[in-house]
């Protein structure tokens, strides 16, 4: 039913009719009918309604009335009831209800009257007021919030533009001092290329002038002994005591030409080699790593955790598929490989281990520490048989000589030291780099020792004399590790900033120059054949350099930088360790 508008009383008017002369016919009321059924009817209706018009052509949409609810108005007595329970007043409350059904019993009362609409309305209104007035007050606040908000971002915007405009400007001058410095060291190119010249050819006359040195010596010798034999012929009888006196006085004379001024020997300092060992790889076909060979090259076999701290070097048993461990956490372990499996477990130094070789024979491990020393542990005795402290600044690397007799070690008090293990004292300090020695190894089977330092220098040395006996120059950052190939032809370097250079050791020359900038390299390794080069970078992966192809690729695999990298003897498997505290067997 459609909603009836309400009703307003103006003036209230009674009009008064004579009952008598007005008939009303009672209507019945059928009680029989049912909701059901009229609604039935109204549907029936309507539905031929539609198929009449259907079928005159006139057909239209016919809108059902939709059901509503009409507002009743309000009873005045119960509007103040409601009135005075909304505002809590309980007393006129029950005031009004006695007075209210006093009156009412009396019959004092006629019809209550209902409330007009604009009062609800009004409520209703104010009610609706409060409410937005309340939301105002929320939007308000929430206003005030945002402007503080926006005033802060502002005052960060501008704090940050500042910011970014001193940054650029930085900057700006960062790359114009950098193009300044190259100029600046384009200008010194000459002058550095004439000064190498110049020492190359320093060298070369030293060793010729050393060389005639020695033949000098050798004449003299010749000499003094013609001279000491006629002398003896000639000498008469009488001259006996003069004669013998002068053979005495040439004697010491060419005594102290000829031998070097005497040192302390101890009597079970082990006798250097005077001649280099026979390399039995030098002439034999070495077997090709499979990176080569195998489709695809290496892959990841199998990853095992070594430390609790992060591996700095690694080292391959000489006989055996075993290797060891060092690490920051102050303990070396050693390993079998592929599998992993934990051998044994070495603790005695205080601080970082940097360094450790095996013996030749595989029955000794050689480690160098940050606690300055040099440690060497015997297999079958489970112990440390030997500790080395000469060194005045942490140790950096530590390898045998082929004899294993010696163990010379590098340091960052810029010398390296040979060690003999027998008569555990220091036989030799080699000093000439001007800066701390971060790696060093033997040239296989000779006495020859190499060394590389943060001077951005490569030095051999002769065990024998002490003296260094050649030194390449190219690098133009510090050195961290230097490896000879197993033939010993050639020198592999690399530096802190990613270059790896080879040299040709017989020639002294550079051969070629590898870039893998930005990440430093930390160590080199060649494989048995020499055709492959291992460079263990800092981005956390190892570089498989193919140098005759020139052709690099990349094993992914730790998360930290990769601190050392080797091959085993066969070149079936390489073996890498990272600051990750893994170790990772790729084949």
Not at 6 to 13: A, L, R
Not at 453 to 481: E, P
Request: a negative charge; aromatic letters at 8%; one cysteine or more.
């Amino acid at each position: 039913m459609p909603t009836q508008d309400p009703i307003y009383y103006i003036e209230k008017v009674e009009i008064e009719e004579d009952a008598e002369s007005i008939d009303y016919e009672e209507v019945k009321y059928d009680d029989d009918v049912s909701d059901s059924e009229a609604e039935e009817d109204l549907e029936t209706a309507l539905r031929s309604m539609q198929q009449n018009l259907q079928s005159e052509g006139l057909q239209e949409a016919v809108e059902i009335p939709k059901a509503t609810v009409t507002r009743r108005p309000e009873v005045v007595d119960d509007f103040i009831r409601n009135f005075l329970i909304r505002y809590k007043m309980t007393r006129t409350l029950d005031a009004f209800q006695r007075e209210w059904y006093e009156l009412q019993t009396r019959g004092g009362l006629e019809n209550p009257e209902l409330v007009p609409d604009c009062y609800v309305q009004n409520e209703e209104l104010e009610n609706r007021v409060k409410f937005l007035q309340r939301e105002i007050e929320k939007m308000g606040r929430s206003v005030n919030k945002a402007g503080t908000q926006y005033i802060k971002m502002k005052k960060e915007r501008d704090y940050h533009r500042m910011h970014h405009r001193r940054i650029v400007q930085e900057k700006e001058k960062l790359f114009t001092d950098i193009r300044r410095l190259k100029k600046h060291y384009q200008s010194y190119e000459p002058a550095l290329e004439e000064l190498k010249n110049k020492y190359e050819t320093a060298m070369r006359e030293k060793m010729l002038t050393k060389i005639e040195c020695e033949k000098n010596i050798s004449k003299i010798s010749n000499l003094t002994t013609t001279l000491s034999n006629y002398e003896t012929a000639r000498a008469s009888a009488n001259d006996v005591n003069l004669s013998q006196m002068k053979e005495v006085e040439l004697d010491e004379i060419v005594q102290k030409a000829e031998q070097p001024k005497k040192t302390f020997v101890h009597p079970k300092d082990s006798a250097i080699p005077m001649e280099p060992g026979v390399n039995p790889d030098l002439n034999s076909s070495l077997p090709v790593t499979c990176h080569l060979t195998k489709p695809g090259g290496y892959h990841q076999q199998h990853s095992f955790k070594a430390h609790d701290l992060a591996v700095s070097n690694i080292a391959l048993h000489p006989l055996r598929d075993v290797i060891a461990t060092v690490s920051d956490d102050t303990t070396w372990k050693m390993w079998s490989v592929p599998d992993g499996e934990l051998l044994l477990t070495g603790r005695g130094h205080t601080m970082w281990i940097g360094g450790c070789d095996f013996h030749p024979q595989g029955t000794k491990l050689a480690t160098g520490s940050g606690d300055t020393s040099v440690k060497v542990w015997d297999f079958s005795e489970g112990e440390c048989v030997a500790t080395f402290n000469d060194h005045s600044h942490p140790v950096w690397g530590v390898a045998w000589h082929h004899s294993g007799n010696f163990l010379a070690s590098c340091s960052m008090d810029n010398s390296s030291k040979l060690f003999d293990v027998v008569s555990e004292r220091c036989r030799c300090t080699f000093r000439g780099h001007s800066d701390s020695v971060n790696s060093l190894t033997f040239l296989p089977y000779s006495n020859i020792l190499c060394t590389c330092s943060a001077d951005k220098t490569i030095s051999m040395w002769d065990i024998r004399t002490g003296l260094c006996a050649q030194t390449f120059y190219g690098h133009v950052n510090a050195i961290n590790n230097v490896n000879f190939n197993t033939q010993g032809t050639a020198i592999a370097s690399c530096d802190a900033y990613g270059i790896v250079k080879i040299w040709d050791v017989r020639q002294v020359v550079e051969i070629e120059t590898y870039d893998f900038e930005p990440h430093p390299a930390n160590s080199v390794k060649f494989d048995t054949s020499g055709a492959c080069l291992a460079v263990a970078s800092n981005d956390g992966s190892v570089k498989m350099l193919e140098i005759e192809k020139n052709r690099v690729t990349e094993l992914s695999g730790h998360e930290d930088g990769v601190q050392g990298a080797l091959f085993n003897r066969n070149g079936e498997m390489l073996i890498s360790a990272s600051s990750d505290t893994t170790v990772k067997i790729w084949s």
